[in-house]
């Protein structure tokens, strides 16, 4: 009998798979999950101590504090900081929202500064300026920066600082999605969470390293700040019940903490085999379309992996026919956004973002991406870019 062809379509290609996380980490998650279960303590429990040390360890810095998200990781931060009304932070529009609407919870103003067109982070000359018109316009203090780590990549600390030291400001990392990233080589390397004296994080699933849910910690080498953070995440309770100042609740499960201990395990090999895919699409797609760059130094989380093309929607279609998943993060800056609106000057305000906006398309990403599945992505952007 003649061989049947095998017609069934390839299966879908997700951005992200937890599911083939989930065959390598699973059982461990379980074990740890069972512990938690037993023991009962369920909110800052063993597994959050635990973890809290850990993340420590992991960013070379004295203090993690967790807490229930990386938004309040944000608010929690600057509120630490004293940064309230009346007070300038300097942001990126080209972000989640998270990034300026934790500034606006303080009661703070988000001054928005335009990126760097190669690395989609902050552009520290546009900082200077921003902090020169706001100077001179002399309605707000100039207090913070919060440079963000786009894709996983880290913004251009070295630069940040010495921009920041001038101004009198202070720096806060919103490595929301750079968490596993390192910034210098050899003797120079330094993880994220030691590029800044304020770190947060988030752990949202579909993050370089995410938990079953929302959580987010705050990084610190400042004994001062950490435990400031410390109770503000617990209602402004200090160690003897004092209520001394108005918190949040904002704490992290110990069931969470169980599968981020779990996902720390096998987090380097992870970062390693996205480091990898990155290279496979730079390999196949430099010459055709633009490719984001790596950093010169240390490495980046490859949170996302995001081309940019004036063909945008076409590229797509093809992808959407081929059953892969695709996104646009940021399909707009913040300050062209109603709520933000107020914040920026509309329009044309800050070009590269816009444009920026206007081009991204991020393709799948993950820690378990093979090479064939790569090949397929790239083949099927190739085949749309040569259809006339
Ligand atoms: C840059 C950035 N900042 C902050 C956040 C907020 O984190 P969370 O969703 O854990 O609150 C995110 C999440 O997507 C982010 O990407």
Known sequence: MAAV?????????????????????GDAIQQRMAAVLQGGDFILGGAVGELEGRLADYAGVAQAITVANGTDALQIALMAMD??????????????AATAGAVVLTGATPVFVDIDDTTFTMDPLQ?????????????????????????????????????????GLQVLADAAQSFGAVQGDGQEARPVGSLAP???????????????????????????????????????????????????????????????LAKL???????????????????????????????????SAWAVYSIRTRERERLRQALREAGIASAIYYAKPLHLHEAYAAFGDGAGSLPVSETASAEVLALPMHGYLDEPT????????????AKP
Request: proline residues 9%; aromatic residues 6%; charged residues 20%.
């Open 5 to 25: 062809p095998d017609l069934s379509p390839l299966p879908p290609v997700p951005l992200v798979d937890l599911q083939k996380q989930l065959a390598v980490v």
């Open 83 to 96: 940064v309230g009304a009346g007070d300038a932070v300097f942001v990126p529009p080209f972000t989640f």
């Open 127 to 167: 900082l200077e300026n921003k902090v020169a018109a706001v100077r001179a316009a002399g309605a707000l203090t100039p207090r913070a920066v919060i440079p963000v780590d786009l894709f996983g990549r880290p913004a251009d600390y070295p630069a940040i600082h010495a921009v920041a030291q001038a101004a």
């Open 198 to 260: 304020m770190t947060t994080v988030s752990f949202y699933p579909s993050k370089p390293l995410g938990c079953f849910g929302d959580g987010g910690a705050i990084l610190t080498d400042d004994p001062t700040l950490a435990e400031r953070c410390r109770r503000l995440r617990g209602h402004g309770f200090d160690a003897t019940g004092e209520a001394r100042q108005v918190g949040m609740n904002s704490r992290l499960d110990s069931l969470q903490a169980a599968v981020l």
């Open 265 to 299: 395990d096998v987090f380097d090999q992870e970062l390693a085999a996205r480091s990898q895919a990155a290279a496979w699409y730079d390999e196949r797609l430099r010459d055709s379309l633009r490719t984001p760059e790596s950093p010169p130094d240390g490495r």
């Open 374 to 385: 790569v090949t397929r992505v790239c083949d099927t952007l190739l085949g749309a870019l």
